[in-house]
Structures are given as C-alpha cells and as structure tokens.
C-alpha cells in the first residue's frame, strides 16, 4: 500500500487536494482491500474529510459529463478497424492508464482541487454564523453588511451570506432584524415554510408553535407564506403584520402598532387590542411553559396592555381583570385560559 494522502491542518486547497489524490487511487487497477480501508478510515477521521471527498466526486461527476473537446491529433489521426471479436478499450481503461502516469495523475489531483475551489467560490458561503439563545438570554449581533439582529430567548438562528444573497434561517424562537441595504443582495429569512425577502428595512419574525408571524416597523418587505406552493406573495409596509399557520400555509393580516413590534429588546411586551391566542404564545415564551385555551371561541378576543418578560405570570394572572376569563395553572408550570363560568 503506497503512502495515504494527507491534508495539512484546516487549510480549503489542502484538505480537497487530498480528497481529490483518494478518488483518483481509487479508480486505478491496483487498488486493493487495505488502501479501501485506510480510505475508510481517512473519512472516518472527521466530517471535514467526509464532506471534502463527496464535494471532489461531485466535481469528478461534472467534469465526466463534459464533452472532450476535438484536438487536432484526433482529425490527424485515421480510424483503426476493430478486429472481429475483439473488444474496444473503454474510457475508462484509458483514463486507467493515464492516471498510472504520474505527472498526469498529479494533474487531475490538481484539476480536481481547484474545480471544486472555483466551484466553491461561487457557491460556498462568504459568512457563517449559528447562534442559539437559552432562558432569559437576548443576543444582538452586528452582521458584516452593516445589517443588525437582535435574537430573543429560546431562539436559534443560523446565517449564511453568498455573493448574490444574505440568508438566515429562524428555526425557532423570534428575531428583530435591521438591515442595511444592498439591492443586488437581497436578504431572506426562512421560518418553517415561510419566507420573508427584504432589500433594507426593519422588521420583526416570530417563528412560534403552529404559525409565524410577521411584523414590519418601516419599509417594506414581502413574504411567502408557502414558498414551495409558489402561491402570490404578501406584501407588508410599515406597521403590518402577518400570521401564517406552518401545517397549511394559510395566512391572516395582523395588527402591527409600531410601539409592539420587537419591545421584547427593552423588556416590555406592548399589547393593542392583540388576540388572545397570540398573547397567549408570547406570554409562553418568557414563561417557560405552554399556555392553552379552553375553549375556540377565546382565540380572538382582544387585549391591550403591558407585560414585562421577566414578569409574565403577573400579567397572565391579571387576564381576569381584562377579559371575561379564568386562568389556571397546573401542576407542571403551565397554564390554562378558561372562559369565566356565568353566574346567576
């Protein structure tokens, strides 16, 4: 078994060059059982390597598919009759050859490393950043665009930047997002199968369970409710909202004063005659615990007031004083919003 490649320490060039030396020795004829295993056990050595090698075959794939251009050799030279019963050598038994040839194989090893380089230039992220927030945790991140986030509790968010457009994924949890503008980099944010698309503009995503809400402070911004289904999007400029169910995409407008959108930042929650059941998600989000209804009807009856993160029992249990409920807790830390028994 000849020396296995190698890749020094993190470097890009490095590790695919190495990845790429593997998948030529791979296609020659005296590959054997033990050069598979100490491949194996290259691959084994991180997800790095893995990925590395899978991004070089699919490079190899590419370059396959390419029509081999026609060299004056080829129109010099005659065709050769084929003997009967003799078998034509194949592509691959050529490139067999060609790869035994040192200084060619060297070639290909190179070839490959730098079409994935080039490759990856486009296509690889210029920026990357996962950020994931506990209990009670607010993060603000300045991104290198100029663009800021503020991410509330129990949030995960990933961000990706490309050449042509800034990504974000809010997996779970609520963002408020200021960004710079840059009209040949638009900037997405995905939550479940939703998608919002700005150019430069203020708003904020709650990514809670069952729907995502949309709200804008200034500028416009346009949403997807479903982005697969390709259906017309949502349009929304400066305090207005959207909430839209994840299981079906079906979407609804929502108030959006400018004082509601993204208070949590400061420690207050503001409510303008806002549903129940939206009350009812932000509230649990500070609690810590699910909050639910009793009863359909509950869903859509409107509150105002104002509740701060670090309290949100306190205005939970003062729900009786707004509205015709009754607020239970269980045993667990939840609560329960009941509508208020009529007396007689």
């Known amino acids: 078994m000849t020396d296995a490649p190698s890749a020094a320490g993190f470097d890009p060039f490095a590790l695919h060059e190495a990845a790429a030396a593997w998948l030529v020795r791979r296609q020659g004829t005296d590959w054997r059982p033990d050069d598979e295993a100490a491949l194996q056990q290259w691959l084994a050595g991180s997800e790095a390597h893995q990925r590395a090698f899978a991004e070089v075959a699919r490079t190899w794939h590419d370059l396959g598919q390419l029509p081999r251009p026609v060299l004056a050799s080829d129109r010099q030279a005659a065709p050769v009759p084929v003997a009967a019963g003799a078998v034509r050598r194949s592509g691959t038994a050529r490139r067999t050859r060609l790869w035994r040839q040192p200084r060619a194989a060297a070639a290909v090893v190179a070839m490959l490393a730098l079409g994935w380089f080039g ?22 991140l300045q991104l290198p665009d100029g663009s800021r986030i503020s991410l509330n509790a129990r949030s995960t968010l990933a961000v990706h930047f490309y050449r042509s457009r800034r990504e974000v994924v809010l997996s779970q949890g609520e963002a408020f997002f200021e960004v710079a503008p840059a009209a040949d980099q638009p900037f997405i944010v995905d939550a479940q199968r939703s998608r919002v698309t700005v150019v430069g503009t203020a708003f904020n995503v709650r990514n809670g369970p069952g729907e995502v809400l949309v709200k804008v402070l200034h500028g416009h911004v346009r949403v997807q409710p479903d982005r697969a289904e390709g259906a017309a999007p949502v349009n929304l400029h400066a305090e207005q909202g959207v909430a839209i169910t994840t299981l079906t995409g079906d979407h609804r407008p929502i108030a959006a004063s400018a004082d509601s959108i993204g ?18 998600q932000e509230l649990a989000q500070y609690l810590g615990h699910p909050i639910t209804l009793g009863q359909p009807g509950l869903k859509f009856l409107p509150v105002s007031g104002y509740a ?19 607020v239970t807790r269980n045993a667990q830390g939840g609560y329960r919003i009941d509508e208020r028994p009529v007396t007689r």
């Open 263 to 280: 208070g949590w930042r400061n420690g207050r929650l503001v409510f303008r005659r806002t549903p129940l059941d939206e009350v009812a």
């Open 119 to 140: 490759y990856g230039w486009y296509t690889a992220p210029r920026y990357v950043q996962d950020v994931a927030t506990g209990v009670g945790e607010i993060r603000d």
């Open 308 to 326: 701060a993160t670090d309290a949100p029992t306190s205005f939970l249990e003062a729900l009786p004083d707004l509205l015709p409920v009754q």
